[in-house]
């Protein structure tokens, strides 16, 4: 089983550049996010989506797109990296359990630098 | 807004002695509440959950934790710890409130022999 894969584990960019994170599950989950975590802080949520053609917000979406074209991909495009955006990435999914989110999966975390 | 806080940012035990993590959320409505485990260089991993029922939650590998209602709060306990315990712990709240699951800031527990 594959679970939840992302895409690619690490990336050094230049501000200004673009890039988008990939991020595939194989668990048939209503459920996606993208959280990032830094240091002392845990880890927020950027964007999240309850099901193909939804997205929504979460606590740091600013400098971040989303779409959710199938219930499998979630990428996340940064449109142009800023220093402030050197985090790890984590993508999770969970099934729609009664309304809320279940246990979340989660990938590997992609490792982002930007210079 | 919910919000998860762990008291404690980092705690040192020795092997074989008992621990507790401490959690504290807020939440106007019901919630479904997580700990999550993160060893070195990889992803976060489900320890344990309270949905519902029972508030008394246990791991497979010798932890717990109780939910309490009206302290707002879900402890992660464990008897007796291994050096292979040492990793970051999570705590996470999700609510009725929207689908959004809100992490704690972590604690790292380490372990020494």
Known sequence: NAGVTQTPKFQVLKTGQSMTLQCAQDMNHEYMSWYRQDPGMGLRLIHYSVGAGITDQGEVPNGYNVSRSTTEDFPLRLLSAAPSQTSVYFCASSRNLLGRTGELFFGEGSRLTVL | A??????????????????????????????????????????????LKYLSGSTLVESINGFE??????QTSFHLRKPSVHISDTAEYFCAVSDTGGFKTIFGAGTRLFVKA
Do not use: M
């Open chain 2, 2 to 47: 919910q919000s998860v806080t762990q008291l404690d940012s980092q705690v040192p035990v020795f092997e074989e002695a008992p621990v507790e993590l401490r959690c504290n959320y807020s939440s106007s409505v019901s919630v479904y509440l997580f700990w999550y485990v993160q060893y070195p260089n990889q992803g976060l991993q489900l320890l």
């Open chain 2, 65 to 70: 934790a109780e939910f309490n209602k009206s």
